[in-house]
């Protein structure tokens, strides 16, 4: 087993290996997840992934607001 000095280093070593896969691994799903938010309501500026979401969103958030016309022809 590694003692005093040696020890401290490996943790150190560790620790900073750990904290750089953590950083990397956030970033990739942060960026995945903007990525996937295609569609934005032209009333609130809110992202939406599909356009289902974004009719439903938009009929129980601004009903009396005119549909968009890419939203017309969607299935809720």
Not at 21 to 32: E, I, L, N, S, V
Not at 46 to 60: G, I, L, R, V
């Amino acid at each position: 087993m590694a003692r005093g000095q040696q020890k401290i280093q490996s943790q150190q070593k560790n620790a900073k290996k750990a904290a750089e896969k953590k950083k990397a691994q956030g970033a990739d799903q942060k960026t995945a997840a903007k990525a996937a938010l295609v569609h934005t309501c032209p009333v609130c500026k809110t992202q939406m992934p599909d356009p289902k979401t974004f009719k439903q969103h938009f009929e129980s958030k601004h009903p009396k607001s005119p549909m968009p016309p890419e939203l017309v022809d969607v299935q809720a």
